[in-house]
């Protein structure tokens, strides 16, 4: 059986890409240092697939840490998903972010140059893209001029792998880009659990689904939209995972860099977003509409042909289990992992 490493493989998208890598037969090796997550996670991935991963508690800044693990565990390929993610957070606490996403990254290839480990995932993200690009965005559209320091560190993360593979031309090097991640397990064990005030759509809509939050503020709708809201694309966390899944096998058979979008390239509005929520869940959801958020783009959605043709992967999950799923996990843990 092959181990993958997953940094940050206690958070949100980690957690679910361990439970699909123990379906696909790997076996996940995971460091967390549980800024944003819990330990909880990841006895809840042996709960779902009967197998518990390899847990370390530590920061991936610690280079001494990441040798013992490599020393430790045969590694086939890293899956970095560890960083700071908030974009408001990362506007006010610029350093912490640059130190944090950028060093881990940095102590993360040092310690695989001293193991000898060569294959490399990178979670990015769709904010590298100008924001000037006509939609949908393909992995040749524009990137940089990013608007805060979270979207800067995706940005220079991608350029630092790029350069470490170019000096190591048997490095392999992934980037996934994401879209817009929402959704959870289907047993509603794993799911997205934000600490405070949820800054993303689907977990503030699921905290109004259980009264923690009284109604949803629809950050603008006099945008040049069909119903003047927002456009993303929403992708299932569990399509996202088997992405990884595909990923993998393509990394470790190729070399070089190679860079794709994981969306569903259907873009939908937070008005269709709502609707589909209360539909899937026959939930009433109050709502009232609050000026724009800065930062906020129009549209934002992809096209996922590079992923569908040279990984094999393709989205399969739709706006309703999105919708459904996530109020499954939400209303079986209304604290998230917290009792
Ligand atoms: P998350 O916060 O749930 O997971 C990130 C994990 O990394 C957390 O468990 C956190 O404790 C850990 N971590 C942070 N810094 C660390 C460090 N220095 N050492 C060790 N562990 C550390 O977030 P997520 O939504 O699961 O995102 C995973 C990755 O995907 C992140 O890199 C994020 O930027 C990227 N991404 C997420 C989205 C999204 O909307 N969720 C979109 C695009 C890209
Ligand atoms: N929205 C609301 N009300 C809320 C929260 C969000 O109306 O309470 C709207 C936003 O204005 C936006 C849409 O819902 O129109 C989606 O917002 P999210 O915050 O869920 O997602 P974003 O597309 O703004 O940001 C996400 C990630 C970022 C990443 C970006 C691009 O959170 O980390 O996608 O990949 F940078």
């Not at 290839?109 to 193991?115: F, Y």
């Not at 269709?272 to 129009?298: C, H, S, W």
């Amino acid at each position: 059986m092959q181990n993958i490493l997953l940094t940050g493989g206690a958070g949100y998208i980690g957690s679910h890409i361990a439970v699909e890598l123990i379906n696909a037969g790997y076996f996940p090796v995971i460091i967390d240092n549980l800024a944003n997550s819990s330990e909880k996670s990841v006895e809840r991935v042996g709960k779902i697939t009967g197998v518990t991963p390899k847990f370390y508690r530590g920061d991936c800044r610690d280079e001494k840490l990441l040798d013992k693990i490599f020393v430790e565990a045969q590694i086939s390929c890293v899956i970095h998903l560890a960083g700071l993610k908030a974009v408001g957070e990362s506007v006010e606490k610029p350093l912490e972010y640059y130190d944090n996403n950028l060093n881990a990254t940095i102590a993360l290839c040092r310690s695989m140059k001293k193991a000898g480990v060569k294959n490399f995932i990178f979670s990015s993200s769709a904010t590298v893209y100008n924001s000037k690009n006509p939609m949908p965005l393909s992995e040749d559209s524009v990137t940089g001029g990013c608007t805060n320091p979270y979207g800067w560190t995706k940005y220079m993360i991608e350029q630092i792998l790029s350069g470490v593979q170019k000096a190591n031309p048997d490095w392999s090097v992934t980037l996934l880009r994401y879209f817009n991640p929402v959704g959870a397990h289907k047993s509603g064990l794993i799911g997205e659990n934000p600490r405070g005030i949820p800054n993303n759509l689907m977990p503030f809509i699921t905290q109004v689904a259980t009264g923690k939050r009284e109604k949803l503020n629809i950050f603008g709708n006099d945008y040049p939209t069909k119903d003047g809201t927002c456009i993303r694309d929403y992708i299932h966390v569990l399509d996202l995972a088997k992405g990884h899944v595909k990923a993998i096998e393509y990394t470790l058979n190729h070399n070089g860099v190679e860079v794709f979008n994981l969306g569903t390239g259907q873009g939908y509005s937070v008005l269709d977003m709502v609707e589909a929520f209360q539909k899937a869940n026959n939930i009433k959801l109050p709502y009232t509409f609050a000026p724009r958020r800065a930062g906020d783009l129009t549209e934002c959605y992809s096209t996922p042909a590079k992923a569908n043709k040279i990984l094999g992967w393709k989205a399969e999950e739709t706006l309703e289990t999105m919708c459904a799923d996530s109020w499954n996990w939400q209303r079986q843990n209304p604290n998230g992992y917290e009792e």
